[in-house]
C-alpha cells in the first residue's frame, strides 16, 4: 500500500504560480512512476505530467508545457508539480498518482497507475 497526500493548491490569478506536492508513504520503495493529473467540473480526468520514479524524461500534455514541470525528492518520498503562467483553464482538481510496476500501458492513462491522492483544488481567477 502507499498513501499519497497534495497539498499546494489555492486561489491564484492568472498569470500566477502555485507548486503542489505529493508526499508518499508505506511502500515507497516499490514506487515506479509518478503522475499528476486533473479534472475539472463535468470533464474527464486529464492527464498533466509525470515522470519515473528514479530517473528519466518527464512527459507533458501539450496544454502545460513550458509551463508546468513535474519533479521529485525521493529522499523525501515527495513529488511536486510547479505550475506557472496560470491560465482559467487550469482550473481543476489535481490529484498525483504512483505506478509500482511498468506495464503495457501508456503512462498518460490513469489505468497506469496504482495509487491515488484525495487532489487539490487550483483555482486560476482571469
Known amino acids: 500500500q502507499v498513501q499519497l497526500v497534495e497539498s499546494g493548491g489555492g486561489l491564484v490569478q492568472a498569470g500566477g504560480s502555485l507548486r503542489l506536492s505529493c508526499v508518499a508513504s508505506?511502500?515507497?520503495?516499490?514506487?515506479?512512476?509518478v503522475a499528476w493529473f486533473r479534472q475539472a467540473p463535468g470533464k474527464e480526468r486529464e492527464f498533466v505530467a509525470s515522470l519515473s520514479w528514479g530517473a528519466g524524461v518527464p512527459l507533458y500534455t501539450d496544454t502545460v508545457k513550458g509551463r508546468f514541470t513535474i519533479s521529485r525528492d525521493v529522499a523525501k518520498n515527495t513529488a511536486y508539480l510547479q505550475m506557472t503562467s496560470l491560465k482559467p483553464e487550469d482550473t481543476a482538481a489535481y490529484s498525483c498518482?504512483?505506478?509500482?510496476?511498468?506495464?503495457?500501458?501508456?503512462?498518460?492513462?490513469?489505468?497506469?497507475?496504482?495509487?491515488w491522492g484525495q487532489g487539490t483544488q487550483v483555482t486560476v481567477s482571469s
Open positions: 498518482a504512483v505506478s509500482l510496476s511498468l506495464r503495457p500501458l501508456s503512462s498518460k492513462s490513469p489505468d497506469f497507475y496504482d495509487y
Open positions: 508505506g511502500r515507497t520503495r516499490n514506487i515506479y512512476a
